[in-house]
């Protein structure tokens, strides 16, 4: 018989409604078994870093019918995007010792038989939990819909809601880099002073203190907004829908405010959409990662350059993952959030 | 001083709220210059088919931030797209005794100043009246839309709502050449049966018999709906969002169900935009005028083939247009609504 490791998880206890508590995620030891099973093609790894995506809400409930990825088991770990260490391996693409960053579980060590969606990490001169962010899902998120389903143009108005986050701040910053003017909203003073100070976002409110959304984004957008990177929904969509420009555009990226509702609040103003002939796209990074190596070609060299800024919020010990994964729901990260599993 | 004509007119009252009665749009008679006043690029015209469209609800309230067509003004006789013929011109693109289609005023005779907006009639094999829908600006709607903004795909599943009108009975046939299967909505059992036996749809239901408009959905479109040409919005987009296909396409055309309302309804599916990777448009003719005569050269010939048909409801006389465009807010038209101002 195989020896085994004692293995710390999180795991699913059961389906979720409305906002999830940490005790739906509760923290548990199991076991694995140390080697990749003779003939499977899967790797086995050690867990590094691990990443709380708003994405994963959707998976704390049964399976929506069209829903793009599975819903979590109850009783068994849950998994997320992460980065790693190949400890042993059936897969001839991947070896012992290698680095790897895509979809593993919420525990110390995972055997990744959907080796599909690894990725394998080159660069180590950056911080390795960048693969979370910046250089992993999030990353490509903010390329992808930012320069694939926006098609920005120098001198455009773009806005940008959640801009902390993990997407939004990356969103911003290529926004700068194409030479847009960006604004961004997000929940704190904190926020908003990173989005101004640290991101360079030519302006930024915290829609928490604007009584009136629509009044705040004539304040900053008087001409309109042309692009609009949509990461909240509800009544910021809503707004947003009665200042956009002709032929603007809307990547909609996700909506957090909503995820938690047992009805999504509703959208009034979508005749906005035929008086500016306005294109509005909802997209899925998983659809984007053929131009991943594109991406690491401009990104790898702006972080290294200083042109491009990442701020994480890293919290240390599995133990804290549930804890740090509802805390997105409420906005209590700052940046993007990061779970340390381990420090080799 | 110049001769005058006794002129009817359609005049609008005052700005109107919610549904239009027809003592919103009085009928009088008024006067017009016979000639076009000297050193003008004007025509003058008579005019003899007018156009009953649902954008001219909106034209009846003050001009909304945004808008892309002004406000009618009160007092003055509305207007819209019509064939007129031209009784003296100013334009060296226009000559006297010319058929030309575009926007005319609402009333016998009108002098036309913005001429650019004006389309000279070269093929009169066909019903004239067909200039204010199939080979009008209906037309070029549904072609736009359709072709332009849904790039189909043989095989591809297509609703259409508001099938029966100007715009839906040419989107439903365009489908069906393109080796599409289209199902389509309309407001009355003669209208589904037109649909089904007239112009070809594969399926076709009364909206109004439905309690639950995603149940009907799911049973026309078991695969799920590929192409939404939307005319309607409010319950019927919410129910369609509800059963997109992945990288679905909403050409947002009209919201016909909303106008007349102060609040218009909230649309609470929008999160579907992502699941699916849904491209929403709004679009709107003028943008695509420039493909006017590619479209000609597509629709007359399958028009005289017969592989093409066009039902309109026509009404005879001035003083019977603003029941038969209010008629437009109540789905008693059934086909394109015309009125006719004069036969030659």
């Known amino acids: ?20 508590k940490e005790s739906d995620l509760p923290f548990t030891t199991g076991s694995k078994q140390l080697n990749v099973p003779q003939g499977s093609t899967g790797v086995f790894v050690k867990n590094l ?22 819903s979590f088991i109850p009783g068994s770990p849950i998994t997320g995007y992460g980065v790693a260490r190949v400890l042993d391996s059936g897969h001839p693409d991947f070896k012992k010792g290698d680095l790897v960053w895509g979809l593993t579980g919420w525990e110390e060590y995972s055997l990744i038989t959907a080796t599909q969606g690894l990725f394998k990490v080159h660069d180590t001169d950056v911080p390795l939990s960048y693969y979370t962010g910046i250089l992993g899902m999030p990353g490509m998120t903010a390329y992808a819909g930012f320069y694939e ?36 909203s997000a929940g704190s003073n904190e926020k908003v002073d990173l989005l101004k100070n640290k991101f360079g976002f030519d302006e930024a409110f915290n829609y928490k203190e604007e009584q009136d959304l629509d009044a705040a984004l004539k304040r900053y957008f008087p001409e309109g907004i042309d692009i609009y990177f949509e990461n909240v929904g509800g009544k910021m969509l809503d707004a947003v829908l009665l200042n956009m420009r002709l032929h603007g555009r809307i990547a909609v990226c996700g909506m957090i405010s909503q995820y938690n509702l047992g009805q999504p609040e509703g959208i009034h103003n979508l005749a906005h959409l035929i008086l500016k002939r306005i294109r509005m796209e909802g997209f899925l990074v998983i659809d984007y990662y053929h131009l991943y190596q594109k991406y690491l070609e401009m990104v790898l060299p702006q972080i290294k350059a200083g042109e491009i800024v990442y701020v994480e919020d ?23 959030q990061v779970v340390v599993v381990a420090r080799e």
Chains 1, 2 share one sequence.
């Not at 020896?3 to 979720?16: C, F, H, P």
């Open 1 to 20: 018989m195989a020896a085994e490791l004692s293995n710390k998880q999180v795991i699913l206890k059961d389906y979720v409604s409305g906002f999830p």
């Open 49 to 70: 870093f691990l990443s709380c995506d708003p994405y994963m809400r959707g998976r704390m409930s049964p399976k929506r019918p069209g829903a793009y990825s599975d």
């Open 149 to 184: 389903v926006c098609s920005p143009k120098k001198g455009e108005y773009v806005f940008v809601s959640a801009a902390s986050g993990a997407v939004g701040q990356l969103v911003g910053q290529f926004a700068k880099l194409s030479g847009c003017y960006v604004v961004g």
């Open 314 to 336: 890293i919290v240390e010990g599995l133990e804290n993952g549930p804890a740090a994964l509802i805390g997105l729901f409420t906005g209590r990260n700052v940046g993007k």
